[in-house]
């Protein structure tokens, strides 16, 4: 088959293209570094066409109240695209629990793209995801000085990148779900826990606080963002660290 891989040279999507490739298929990454936008709609109608599967792993550049705009223009332009192209499938990857914070732009956001996404003229599929490892760097990042990090316990399940990616390969290659696919992590922390064990991993003395307030996760309440009965992922958070 072949795969428009929109948002292909990140993160997600060059290991979704790496992935799929390896499974005999055809994916080819698009991004604006290959001269498609999504937002003015440069390039998509040349991007998609012909492709029986559309992947669209684009995200908005902020997590403000400018995301909503962005996520409903480039979804707007991509479907537009995908429907003159003949495109049988579009996936998309959003996040376990979105639609359970409407206090955070980005997760009212994301929730719109799928709502977009459902409502338009071709078969998809949607994969949720909880929180990437990869991010944990950055979360450290936002409440931090010289000698605290301040994070709320905010219950997360942290999954790898790589999981991601392979999931997602999986359920493009596979029929359209109409619906939605949770992947997750095998196991929840606390995201001060998790930071404490970040820490100590790379050797950093700075003080964990917990702070209920501290940070974009003091905006979710209880444990929204884990999914016990996701699909889960097979790699642990200490093994990824090492």
């Known amino acids: 088959m072949k795969f428009a ?3 292909g040279t990140g993160l997600i999507g060059s290991q979704v293209v790496r992935d799929l490739n390896a499974a005999g298929h055809q994916a080819v990454p698009h991004a604006l570094s290959t001269g498609v936008d999504v937002i003015s709609g440069r390039g998509l109608d040349e991007a998609v066409a012909g492709a029986d599967v559309v992947v669209n792993l684009t995200n908005s550049p902020t997590f403000d109240e400018a995301s909503p705009a962005f996520f409903r223009t480039s979804m707007d332009n991509l479907l537009a695209a995908a429907r003159k192209g003949g495109v049988r499938h579009v996936v998309i990857l ?18 719109l793209q799928e709502d977009i996404l ?10 949720r995801a909880t929180q990437f490892m990869e991010f944990m760097d950055a979360v ?16 997360i399940q942290p999954i790898a990148a790589k999981d991601v990616a392979a999931a997602v390969a999986e359920v493009a290659a596979g029929p359209p779900l109409n619906g939605i696919r949770n992947i997750g992590g095998p196991d929840v922390f606390a995201l001060d826990e998790l930071g ?15 702070d209920p307030t501290a940070g974009m996760f003091a905006a979710v ?4 963002l884990t999914d016990q009965n996701a699909r889960l992922a097979p790699t642990r958070y200490a093994d990824w660290l090492s």
């Open 5 to 7: 891989v929109i948002g």
């Open 94 to 111: 959003s996040i376990v629990g979105a639609d359970q914070v409407p206090e955070l732009d980005y997760y009212r956001a994301k929730v």
């Open 118 to 127: 459902a409502a338009g003229p071709i078969p998809y599929s949607i994969v």
């Open 140 to 155: 450290l990042t936002w409440t931090a000085d010289d000698g605290t990090v301040r994070l709320p316990a905010t219950p």
């Open 196 to 210: 404490r064990i970040t820490l100590a991993h790379k050797g950093d003395r700075r003080t964990v606080v917990t």
């Open 221 to 224: 309440k209880g444990d929204v």
